[in-house]
């Protein structure tokens, strides 16, 4: 089953209607849908997803936008979150807060999440805006978060873009670090570098395929993926075998997650 770990219904760059994420989704067995800091209170944010997931809970699953800093992160909170909400995850956007990823009140939250098997993607890296601080999009800061709580599931998002190589030593050292295979459709030479660093590292099993939606399409990313190998023609360049990518693609990321949402 094809699962697209990385999509949205509005973000700061772009509204987009329900109707075109759904559409979208038709590529795809389930989505991931994560919520963002679109401009609205955190609760407003969090309610407009859990109204979209929950009304389409066959084919969407939803995680919750958490502020360290400034949100309740009591294990009571996030249970809310995941009992009444419907949330099966949570994302950070450590860049946008302004939040270290391991401040003291981020390493609390990460406990509740371990504690409550909630998965934590982090959204760091991929188009920042000139407020982010862009220190923190950096996946080895990752590495304490990783060692106090190696239980807990971690998704670097976009490939932690543009620290790729620190996203591939993260998800080669630490059995719970993932990382989102998000790419770009017209950046084809970005996406070479980095599927084929990723297999140089032999993290491929470490992948989770994503679309970025409503900025990539996940036809359009799954063709990509299956076909930039032709590009190289006769070069003597390395290539990542189809079916390797095609694991990647067709990995059901909500199982590896810890996710039950049935077949």
């Not at 038709?26 to 401009?39: F, Y």
Request: aromatic residues 8%; hydrophobic residues 45%; contains cysteine.
């Amino acid at each position: 089953m094809i699962v697209d770990c990385h999509t949205h219904i509005s973000c700061k760059a772009r509204e987009v209607d329900p109707s075109e994420h759904l559409a979208a989704a038709e590529t795809v067995g389930k989505c991931i849908v994560l919520a963002s800091p679109a401009g609205g209170a955190v609760e407003d944010v969090n309610k407009a997803v859990a109204e979209y997931v929950n009304k389409y809970k066959d084919k969407m699953v939803g995680f919750a936008f958490v502020d360290p800093a400034e949100d309740g992160i009591s294990s009571n909170r996030l249970s809310a979150l995941r009992d009444k909400e419907g949330f099966d995850g949570l994302v950070l956007y450590c860049t946008c807060s302004g939040v270290h990823p391991a401040h003291s009140r981020a390493m609390r939250f990460y406990e509740a999440a371990q504690e409550l098997k909630l998965p934590v993607f982090f959204h760091n890296g991929g188009a920042m805006s000139p407020q982010a601080v862009m220190d923190y999009a950096q996946p080895y800061l990752l590495d304490e978060v990783a060692r106090v709580f190696g239980e807990l599931k971690i998704v670097i998002g976009s490939m932690g873009v543009p620290f790729v190589d620190q996203t591939l030593s993260m998800a080669a050292k630490h059995e719970n670090v993932y990382a989102d295979l998000t790419i770009s459709p017209a950046n084809v030479w970005q996406v070479y570098n980095t599927v084929v660093a990723a297999n140089e590292w032999g993290v491929m099993d470490k992948l989770l395929f994503g679309s970025g939606f409503p900025f990539g399409n996940a036809g359009q990313c799954i063709e990509t993926l299956l076909g930039f190998n032709k590009l190289l023609g006769d070069t003597d360049l390395p290539t990542v075998p189809r079916a390797v990518i095609q694991e990647v693609i067709e990995r059901n990321s909500l199982e590896v997650l810890g996710i039950d949402r049935g077949s």
